[in-house]
């Protein structure tokens, strides 16, 4: 059973990686909802406690499919000191930035955010108070962690005044929004986040989860945990579909958008099937003036973890080979179980210069540090 | 002995619900009439989409073959096909009355056989089945199963419920114990939205998503243990895409690892139950352009067990008769035109074997 930590008291950590690497996706929390009520008018902290976040789907805690571990994370990931995984600001340091020798994390907080909650003014003053907390208790902190703008996404004109009220404020890399949403990304309505998004010269991630209400099949709800977190998979890809189709890019040539923790393996086939058919259905969408590939290889970039593991690992490689070196962020999803380390996720030979791009240029890039 | 391709996903065309009304049983033919019924044409396959009916292939009536010598001329002869397996797309999937889907059900496989499987030997089919209520889909089974021309049975990959379900699994013992294929066709009954994040604005977002439906659906069935009960089931991807299978089986056996605990039922890793279970026909090929790639593609799939010849015919895939992508060897040509759909379809090989 998987309850029990490893004593590893015996054996330091040892550095797993020698480069000084970027991490794409991070996961603060705080210790209690209540560390974020120096921001949270009496009011909004009332209405939260007494009738929740709202969000679309049926438990009061926790999520729609039970995870495989407490709070979805390494079971060593709790500090000492109380409090949840990535909750200590000083125990994250020690356990990744670190051990893991990483200069410019990108924190990505989930569990409470604020998004994805129905109550919109509540999702507005939520949101804020995540922003606000990230920055005083966080990146304020710490200048080798970046924070991301959450926004109350299904309310695009209020998401996009809270990218313009944090625009050049270089404690933020992104903004961030989750997969799962009211309707597919591509649609008129979240236009204006992408419109202020590129405006402020912020990348837009798009992390894996949410509360869209709809099921992740096209065939209705799954059974099983497994087939959510191997669907969101398709819910990038279905995402992307709808962005490039709507004319989200065309619109919006300088917007780049990040796909976090969804894969990587299935871009190539992505963008085979998008072109092909789109030559076929053309007349539908004018307004597109490139093929879909072109569109998701010039603004697009995915996170790596979790990463693929076909054997033998060296096919990951030659999966990547078609989608571009130039497009994979590297990132470890700390504290989650499913946790890639820089120094086992890509066991084969890569060049030299892959695997800088991989673990730090192209964040660097994407993220302007 | 046969020698030319088996073309395992071929459409033949209704001409209009005319056709289909001597087939109905009186009630619902009275009632087809009286309610002034529209055809049974599903938003997944616009009749006037370029996609729908290559545009060489579309008649005076703006259909593709609506009879058996037309299908010959256009989708037979041109191929050197030898066995063509019907499938037909008339959406009785998409009645949210169990009863009508029943009723339209009986009569569309009735119409199958009378009007083409008696009038062209080559013609093979699968039986539409009403898996709106699996008594009936059952039912329907049993029925036409003692015809051996009906090789297959058939629903679309987005209905209801996840078709790894075990509500289903009365339809696949049924199948299973005739030596019937599970084909499951590109297309939804739209109960729930065509993608996996809501309702998309256009045509070309529900066609590209397809390729997601058969992704979840295909995890459906392995995560709910349907093969580990029935050794003998075996199931095709109809219309599915398939270059999107490398990187799925990545991801599916990343975290079969990590969430057997709630599988026990799943003992051996994904990619074996595909190999022992699963087919996909080969059109639409979204794979890369350069044969080199397609090679490489088809390392990476690891297997040349996999795929069923099919040229999807009427829909527009491909140009003239280059149903097969460039970049494969004649080895692997002779195993997805041949082989493949003979291990497949058990009563193929009773009747041409």
Redesign the interface.
């Known amino acids: 059973m998987?309850v029990e930590v490893l004593d590893r008291s015996a054996a330091a950590p040892q550095a797993s990686s020698r480069l000084m690497i970027a991490d794409g996706d991070i996961h603060p929390r705080p210790a209690s909802a209540k560390d974020l009520y120096p921001w949270l008018s009496r009011q909004w902290q009332e209405v939260f406690e007494t009738f929740g976040s709202r969000a679309r789907q049926g438990w009061e805690k926790g999520s729609a499919y039970p995870k495989?571990q407490p709070m979805a994370s390494r079971r060593d990931a709790w500090p000492k000191t109380g409090g949840g995984p990535a909750s200590d600001l000083a125990f994250l340091r020690e356990q990744l930035l670190d051990l893991h020798h990483i200069e410019l994390g990108i924190m990505n907080p989930l569990s409470p955010s604020g998004q994805g909650f129905q109550n919109t003014d509540l999702s507005i003053a939520f949101t804020r108070a995540v922003n606000e907390w990230q920055v005083a208790c966080w990146a304020s902190q710490e200048p080798r962690l970046k924070a991301s703008i959450v926004v109350p996404y299904e309310d695009g004109a209020a998401a996009a005044r809270e990218i313009r009220h944090w625009a050049g404020n270089k404690h933020f890399a992104q903004v961030l929004l989750l997969?799962?949403?009211?309707?597919?990304?591509?649609?008129r309505r979240y236009w204006p986040i992408y419109e202020a998004a590129a405006e402020a010269g912020l990348p837009v991630g798009i992390h894996a989860f949410g509360y869209?209400g709809?099921?992740?099949?096209?065939?209705?709800?799954?059974?099983?945990?497994?087939?959510e977190?191997?669907?969101h998979?398709?819910?990038a890809?279905?995402?992307l579909?709808?962005m490039v189709?709507?004319g989200v890019f065309e619109r919006f040539p300088g917007l780049k958008v990040i796909s976090i923790e969804a894969?990587?393996?299935?871009?190539?086939?992505?963008m085979?099937?998008?072109d092909?058919?789109?030559k076929?259905?053309?007349?539908?969408?004018p307004h597109l003036q490139k093929l879909p590939s072109e569109y998701l290889r010039s603004q697009v970039w995915w996170t790596t973890q979790?990463i693929?593991?076909?054997e033998p690992r060296e096919?990951?490689g030659?999966?990547i080979d078609?989608l571009g070196w130039d497009r994979l962020i590297f990132a470890t999803d700390y504290p989650h179980?499913?946790f890639d380390d820089p120094a086992f996720a890509f066991p084969f030979r890569m060049s030299e210069e892959n695997k800088r791009a991989l673990f730090r240029e192209n964040a660097r890039q994407v993220y302007g540090f | 002995m046969i020698t030319g391709p088996i073309d395992c996903d071929v459409h033949p065309g209704v001409a209009s619900m005319e056709a289909i009304l001597p087939y109905l049983d009186p009630m619902w033919r009275d009632m087809a009439e009286r309610r002034g019924l529209d055809e049974l044409i599903s938003i997944s396959y616009p009749s006037n989409s370029p996609l729908t009916v290559r545009a060489d292939w579309r008649g005076k009536n703006n259909r593709a073959a609506c009879t058996p010598a037309e299908l010959a001329a256009q989708c037979l002869e041109p191929f050197g096909s030898s066995i063509a397996i019907l499938n037909c797309l008339y959406s009785i999937q998409l009645f949210f009355s169990e009863d009508l889907a029943r009723g339209f059900a009986r009569a569309v496989n009735d119409w199958i056989r009378a009007e083409w499987l008696e009038k062209d030997a080559r013609l093979r089919a699968s039986i539409l089945l009403p898996t709106q209520n699996v008594d009936y889909a059952v039912e329907e089974i049993e029925r036409l199963a003692p015809d051996r021309r009906f090789v297959s049975v058939m629903f679309l990959i987005s209905e209801e419920t996840p078709p790894g379900r075990r509500a289903h699994w009365p339809i696949y013992a049924a199948a299973a114990r005739h030596g019937l294929p599970v084909s499951l066709h590109a297309g939804s009954s739209y109960r729930n939205p065509p993608s996996p994040v809501g309702w998309t604005s256009f045509y070309t977002e529900d066609y590209v998503n397809q390729a997601t439906a058969f992704q979840t659906g295909l995890t459906s069935l392995i995560t709910e243990g349907v093969f580990a009960k029935l050794p003998e089931l075996k199931v095709v991807m109809l219309e599915s895409g398939f270059t999107w299978l490398p990187g799925y089986l990545w991801r599916l056996t990343k975290f079969w690892r990590g969430t057997r605990q709630e599988l026990p039922w799943v003992t051996e890793p994904p990619a074996h139950y595909v190999r022992e279970h699963v087919r996909f026909s080969l059109q639409p090929f979204d794979g890369p352009a350069e044969p080199a790639d397609v090679e490489r593609l088809f390392t990476l799939i690891d297997s040349d067990e996999l795929l069923l010849f099919s040229t999807d015919y009427p829909h527009w895939q491909f140009e003239g008769t280059a149903a097969l992508p460039a970049g494969l060897s004649p080895a692997l040509v002779r195993r997805i035109t041949l082989d493949n759909p003979l291990a497949t379809y058990a009563r193929l090989r009773e009747t041409v074997a």
């Open positions: 998987n495989m997969s799962r949403t009211a309707e597919p990304l591509g649609t869209g709809t099921p992740i099949t096209t065939s209705g709800w799954a059974s099983y945990y497994c087939e977190m191997v669907g998979a398709v819910c890809q279905a995402g579909t709808s189709i709507e894969g990587v393996a299935w871009a190539p086939a992505l085979w099937r998008l092909a058919q789109w076929k259905l053309k007349a539908e969408t979790p693929e593991e076909p096919r990951l030659e999966m078609w179980w499913d």
